[in-house]
């Protein structure tokens, strides 16, 4: 038989000729032949009727084509902390748009640019697709980890070996949970599991987010919280640093209303580079990097010797005649105040020589800008917003600014008023089963050791609420480092990536190089997961996760649900709760049950059942913290549902609507009032010091603070704090509208849109500098230049740009990846696209919030490549 | 094992048949029976590939084939070929595109779903499909089912012309410039003259 013969019986148009030109010639029919015969379910296939499939099967439900026209299914967007409920197109399984879900009354229809970025993060080629495990024993920056795929069943025995381990030894304080970005089931994993395992190390990313932001309006009204600003009865806007059409919080539903609360409002942006609500604003004050502090009493200072304070909240002299004159003190006596405490220590010991004529000469900016917008600002009152971004606060003495910005909210009453500064609407979810049941005594005396991360000692006062009550997240590294107080010898880490997002990244190489087993749950593989041991792939919050999130914002809050709405693409699990499910149960199969014991008083709200898997306890967990907000016989306010499915089905409930005014005179001050002279950071602050034996003037002067004596509990000036004495430009770092909070640079719609953010290049990451400094250091635009600080370099591109202001550099966060997706790195796992800016950002912080220093923390060498 | 000779009785198509199913099984994650997949390869490729496929099987443990397979079609540090219709036929380097959707809807049409975690154009899951294809086909000739016969031969040209054989040269080109073990940069070479043999002998050359 010839194979001209053989391909005509099968009707094969190619003759041999053809077939001995082409270079498959030697590939024949007997090759194939030999091939079908040392296979051996071929020689089964020879005489069998049905074909051997192992990814297809038959499936004869499917009767009809695609379902072509899709179902919008409600979710929630967990791409920043605006937390919008949102709506994903289904189609045959397949998530193909995003649009607001316009039950929200927070962000109702509206959506910002990076929502739709989420579409490819879920379908990313690069996402970690089954749990790995390193092959490589040498951990560093250098060190190919060589995953390897392997079963769920063996990466979790691992895991509960290695807790086993502990346990064994009464060493469970040597266990460790880093946790990143979450939804609020993060007590199963994050608070429950830490403890019944039986360790004290249970550390949140908070501070290397916004603590500072928090300290201002909880040492002055007594919210550790962020707020939400009226904006459409806004009569003034004031950002400081903050950018809200494009970052902070609520961002979809600013976009959505900033056209009409700028007809109304005037607004004045305060940042040393031209955001883009800067670019839309009324006023641009391109403000020194850290001076904001003398803006913000210069201003106060203003409002007072001009009368223009909101007399109706803060009260008045007692004769109606102003006393405030610069340079001059006050008798205590002669006000008298309302709703605030200490406006005139406030004025004595720290405003009245804060003329705004001092404040020019601090800040870069013109008097008649400064006297312009604080006149301005106080003939607004009440309808005069401060909005304190993370820019003035997040520096190395922060903490004093977030007071000094935030108390002009009191100063012209717009704390909790129309047109103002409002905290969160009140809502109804319930926390999980308590853990002291399932607590032996392993867990208990591992419980009692201290953190890793140093809060409340001395030097790290972390003062939410009391001493040692913040985290203080980047130094945890040095705790590792150091092993102070402990070793660390088992860590997870989830949706987090510290080894990039923590400044001074290299400590963390080295501190996640160090623990001997590392376990990473995540969706990608990030820089973090470069150092560990077992990967664990991880739903994706918005389209793979049964979840919530609650949020506020438009004068309401809402609790919305993130939900599975599309079949994962791989095997993945979920972070906060299916994962934690199966540990447990591999525990238990080792003995130590009190896990997974925890874990079935979860019950379904509905059926009373408990769950017997991971996704079953997924839910009946969500169904039970938000039991009161769907049941009608649990009803308490806001929006009223039929039951779990009509909650479900739409996707998000809604607060009553903003109380206005509630607060004043039973704000959760020590004074109740909205406090200038803060007898609660005074109190706290005392605490702190009695701790350790010492004064308050001691801890301020370990902490790096300037203020002594009485101006610490006022809302005051401190000068900017800032490294690198010899560097040429002051790093001014800000975030990208489509950072997804660091988890979208493999998305390609991220590096081809990235010139959405105001002097940005697409496919470029580029360091803006004022062409009068590109001048002067001899760098013109597109020069490939190193950015050098005492701590580390990055390299990118030169932009001369006028919207920096002369004297420092402003460079986006977000770039600058050497792993997480073939997008995100240049040479994927050696050449990062990009730099990232902290690797020239030194680790120090804001020490009374135990914030991480992101801001005018560092003068930069700018060098030609 | 059946002899040659008795082998040889099978048709053209029924080689076909098994090379697709072969190839299919070669895309999978290696294990422990994967030697024998090595040595069905072996004879598929004899002559050309013969000597330097039984070099590399002496050389070549398992765990080296699972690394290497792990960087080409998996990453998460590489995904150096990635092994998804939708990288090659669309823009922006996503899974789960609208080509993806298309070849599922392929199965569909045939009574099939995809029945493991993944993304439905996968290289094996196409390759199994167009197994499936040339089985329904050597049924269809068993029963002298020419409408059949033609149906199905259509369907696998389609189904090569949109989808397999669409991508299949880039993607395996992918492989020999990253593959660091001579099995995978050998699969390359046979899947891609495979894939181009069967565009031209079914009429799918694009």
Known sequence: MTMRNETKQSGNPISEEELMNSDIKKLNRRDFIKAAAATGTAAVLAVSLTPTLKALAANNQITSPADEIGKWKPTTCQGCTSWCSKEVLVVDGRAIKVRGNANSKVNGPASCPRAHMALQQVYDPDRIKTPMKRTNPKKGRNEDPGFIPISWDEALNTVADKIMELRNNQETYKYMLMRGRYSYMRDIIYDRMTKIIGSPNNISHSAICAEAEKFGPYYTEGEWTYRQYDVLNANYILCWGADPISANRQVSYYLSAWGDASDRATIAVIDPR??????????WL????????????????????????????????TDGINKFVAGQNVNESDFEEIYTHGLVKWWNIELKDKTPEWAAGKTGLPVDQIKRVAIGYGKAAPHAISWVGGGPVMQVRGAYASMACHALNGLVGAVDNIGGTLKANKEYTQSFPGVDDYLDDIAKEGKSHKKIDHRGRLEFPALNQKSGGGVVTNNAADGILNEDPNEIKVAIGYMNNHAFSCPQDERWFRALSKIPFVVHLTTNASEFTWFSDIVLPSTHHMFEKWGYVKVHGNGYRHVTLNQPVIDPVWDVRTDETEIPWLIAEKLADRGFDNLLR?????????????????????????????????????YQAGDKFNGWEDFRSTGVWNSAPYPFKKRWGAMKTDTEKFEFYSETLKRVLGEHAEKHETTTDEVLSVCNYQARGEKAFVPHYEEPFTHGDSGDLVLVD??????????????????????????DESWDDVAKINPIDGKKLGIENGDRIKLVSPTGELECTAKLWEGTRPGTVAKCYGQGHWVYGKVAAKEFGIIPRGGNNNSIIPADYDRLSGSTAYYGVVKVKVEKV | MQSLESR??????????????LLSECYYLPDAGFANKVND???????????????CLKKENLDSLIIDYTKLFIGPYGLLAPPYGSIYLEENDRVMGNSTMDARRSYIEEGLDICLKDAPDHIAIELEFMYFLVFKEIEAAKSDDYDSILSYREKQRVFLKNHLGAWASDFTSKIKASAQTEFYKNLARITKNFIDNEKRNLGALI
């Open chain 1, 274 to 283: 031209l955001s883009a609500s800067a670019s839309k604003a009324d006023e």
């Open chain 1, 286 to 317: 391109p403000i020194k990097p850290g001076e904001d502090g003398a803006l913000a009493s210069a201003m106060a200072h203003v409002i007072l010797v001009e009368g223009l304070w909101y007399k109706d909240f803060v009260g008045d002299f």
């Open chain 1, 598 to 634: 925890h874990y079935k008083s979860y019950i379904d709200p509905e059926t009373g059942k408990e769950p017997t898997n991971g996704q079953e306890f997924a839910l009946y967990a969500l169904k039970h913290a938000t039991h009161k907000l769907w049941d009608p016989e649990e």
């Open chain 1, 734 to 759: 800000y975030k990208s509208r489509l950072n997804r909070e660091g988890r979208s640079a493999n998305c390609s719609w991220y590096h081809e849109f990235k010139d959405l953010d105001p002097g």
């Open chain 2, 8 to 21: 040889s009785k099978l048709s053209n198509s029924e080689f076909r048949r098994d090379a697709y199913q």
């Open chain 2, 41 to 55: 390869l072996d004879a598929l490729s004899e002559g050309m590939y013969a000597s330097v496929v039984k070099n």
